[in-house]
């Protein structure tokens, strides 16, 4: 097989997992994948399933004689720390898995960020990840509201309060630069909501794979916490992935976020997003400053007859503009329909794929 047929296999086999990888007329899919892959590796990357799984069975996939199981194995590591491949510790024994693009390989890649691959990226996304992106029916990443904006609740459940997700997790963690930002900067167009630029937290297998490969600096539970008010306090808004344990917390804006600022697009951003939350209004308490409104990052709250109206299309419960209404005029109230996110990331893959093939 030459080299260019084995990138065409490679992409035809991320394409089925449960968020692909499209081709497109331009071929620009092609070029990512030469860019992050050797030859030797997009063949290997083919023998790789999205669910993780044991050396001993990809092993399996290979001709005996071609290599040897502790070769495979010293192959793959390399290869997780290019970020091409994930893995996790399951009693002491790794397990390797392909990750998607989005979120996954891409977010590896944010310590060897070139202007080059940057462009690229963008090109494919625009030409055919967007839809594969939002074409899910879930989001990958779900919004939790920032700590000071549901004390008036009494009540957050264990999923939609980070404090208690860090508290419960035994770590390792982890705090990493975020690509997002570093990509607007390539762009020539800095992040205008922060100067911060470590805002990235991993937890458990994911900041294990992050610390062991460099792209990130070990921090333990109070450094966290800190980390996360200062994003707080930037009005940056929270996002781990859609599960109850999520292996990742993004801090985000729409002037940077590559998938924020496409979803900001779209007249009813709440549609494609998981939240539990809404933003209300006391018009009683409400002297029309515009203080929410300029706090706002997806355009959901405005004046109309000097009083703050909230558009819940776009209102996504990110909860930034609560703590800031000099009025306290503002509080969040939670949804009718509450969305109970899947327990681990790959219960969430396994929805995504059951949706995904039920459309095909």
Not at 51 to 74: A, V
Not at 98 to 111: D, K, R, S, T, W
Not at 195 to 202: F, G, H, K, M
């Amino acid at each position: 097989m030459s080299s260019e047929d084995v990138y065409q296999e490679l992409q035809k086999h991320l394409d089925k997992m449960p968020v692909g990888f499209p081709a497109t007329n331009s071929g620009v899919e092609l070029k990512i994948l030469k860019y992050l892959f050797t030859p030797e590796e997009a063949g290997i990357a083919t023998k790789l399933s999205w669910e993780f799984e044991p050396l001993q069975t990809i092993y399996g996939r290979f001709d005996k004689s071609q290599i040897s199981m502790e070769e495979l194995r010293n192959k793959l590591d390399n290869m997780a720390k290019k970020g091409i491949v994930h893995y996790k510790i399951v009693k002491g024994e790794r397990y390797y898995a392909n990750p998607p693009l989005v979120v996954g390989m891409y977010e590896f890649q944010v310590n060897r960020l070139t202007k080059e691959f940057q462009e690229d990226i963008d090109k494919y996304i625009s030409e055919a990840f967007a839809l594969e992106f939002i074409r899910t029916g879930i989001n990958q990443l779900r919004v939790i509201p920032i700590e000071q904006s549901v004390k008036s609740e009494g009540f957050t459940a264990t999923y939609d309060d980070l404090r208690e997700i860090i508290k419960n997790e035994e770590g390792p963690f982890c705090v990493s630069e975020c690509i997002c930002r570093k990509a607007a900067e390539l762009r020539g167009k800095p992040c205008s909501k922060t100067s911060l630029r470590e805002t990235c937290i991993s937890l458990g297998d994911t900041a294990q794979l992050y610390i062991d490969s460099g792209w990130g600096r070990p921090v333990n539970k109070e450094e966290i916490l800190e980390i996360l008010r200062k994003n707080e306090q930037e009005g940056l808004i929270l996002e781990p992935n859609n599960a109850q344990r999520p292996d990742y917390i993004c801090s985000c804006c729409t002037c940077c976020c590559g998938i924020l600022s496409r979803l900001k697009a779209f007249p009813r951003p709440t549609d494609l997003i998981s939240s539990n939350y809404f933003a209300q209004i006391d018009p009683e308490l409400c002297t029309g400053c515009e203080t929410c409104v300029q706090r706002c990052q997806m355009e959901a709250l405005k004046i109309v007859d000097e009083i703050c109206t909230v558009d819940t299309g776009r209102c996504i419960g990110c909860g930034n503009c609560v703590p800031v209404c000099p009025s306290t005029a503002i509080t969040l109230r939670k949804k009718e329909k509450e969305w109970v996110p899947p327990k681990t990331l790959e219960d969430l893959y396994r929805k995504i794929k059951s949706i995904k093939d039920q459309t095909i």
